[in-house]
């Protein structure tokens, strides 16, 4: 069983790029002509939409990006048809050897959280028999509930070879009201932000179980809208992966973006969700055509940046 | 439209208790005599018999208590099935009066967060047309984020008539590691713990809607198996409805819960799961018998307590 840090570099250098393609399936933007021919009478009708505009999207990126991930809540709000969808859209992601992230930031106590975790990874033990769930290579996870809440997550992808992603500083304007509460350090130095403390725990536990790349198995959210608290981060969490949001749409830049990487261009995934899904479309051009364009650009974007 | 707090707390004093029976349906509990009924050949056999218990523990609960909270995970755990019997279950809650929590600890970033929020109280909305998904009156959710990922949730329930309960002080062992960092307080006064933070911004959500009973529609999460700290939390949040986790089966007793109600009875449920839907039984009794039991005696200790 690989290393996830090393399965995650083995595609980052298969496909030359560290992009991971979002998966946000956003009725209002899907195209007309998908919308149309589904309709929208009962939401199976809008789950099979969703489902076909995220499959085609699939067969644009796959051959282009190493990672895709799936925004739980987009299929959530399909009900059980939409979350259907998720199960066979991730099963079609890693049969085209994407790497997929499910981005559900799943958090609870305990058996609880190994319940979330066991869907999500290795699958779910009904009377000594594995039923597989979603299945995906890693997951991302909410850490305020502290440690005895994140380590059955983290038992549970080691199990199965995956990845999980504990959200660090997070790409939302808001996001300072509590992770940058400055929390003095126990030894007496210079007091720091919340989410550095929660840095500080992922880089232990990543440190667990390093792969060959020299990255751990527990990988940290850390917004591209935030690039000095970005940079800070990389310097002090060596061994973590950083799953990056806010690029593109959001606001974030390619430059931005660059201090993520450790120099071999390993270290971080950068992810688009809006910009590749729903990229603005030159003329009457088929709408695969703006992603593979978008996927394209956004690709060479970090690639001569970094 | 009855303000949230106005419905729970009418559904408390009709049933003269706050109990909230909490539906955790683990498998390896499960009657024996549904399990093999329904066997465990696929997830959809095992969303069946998770169906046929909870529906018959409703049975048994609803002219008990006031409050049902489904525990996502284990619904999620059987995959898109246990997700439609989490919705078919909900709605049979919902048809006897019960209130329902839907317990996700959900969070998200801003537009994704409201797909969560759509989602889970008044409908999500596809070409202009409401569809309901969960039609919960209540949803659990993390405060990590902030503020502007918190709103969301917010807006929807307000829309809906509905209410959010915030993680607060959470009733696992290992909560303290981040919710019990000190602080320093910005007016310069002595620091306190995170939680105690977000206490505050859930204390100003909560003013922001008050009910006739004088409580807001955004409840805190506060675990009785910290009793100091849930009292504390009862003095400085006096508008703020709790949602009491860790009573029986996690160590919190009967007078460690008193604390966090109000003099009159209202301010607080209380939850329990495994010990209302797994109680030991007396001889071969039926199930439903010792579930029946369980949930008077749970009701008769707390109430004999406050």
Redesign the interface.
Known sequence: MTHFADRLADAIRAKGNAVCAGL?P??ELLPAEI?ARHG?D??EA?AAAVEEFCGRFLDVVAPLVPVVKP?A??F??????G??AL?RLLRQARDRKLVTIL?G?????????A??A??AFGG?V??R?V?P?WEADALTV????????VEPFLQSARKAGAGVFV?VR??????????D????AQDGGA?RP?YQ??GD?VAAWSRENLGRCGFGDVGAVVGVTYPAELAELRRTLPEVVFLV?GFGTQGGTAADVLPAFRGDGLGAVVNSSRGLMFPSRAGDEPWERSVERAAKETIAAIAGKS
Chains 1, 2 share one sequence.
């Open positions: 946000d956003r009725w919308r929208a009962t939401l809008a925004q809540a987009f959530e709000a399909c009900g059980p048809a979350m259907a199960q981005d930031k799943r958090n609870d106590i305990a058996s609880t959280a319940a979330y066991d869907a779910v009904i009377d028999r039923f769930v909410n850490p305020y509930l502290g440690r005895d809440a959200l997070t790409s939302n304007a808001g996001a300072g009201q509590f992770q509460l400055l929390v003095p007091p919340l403390h929660v725990a949001p």
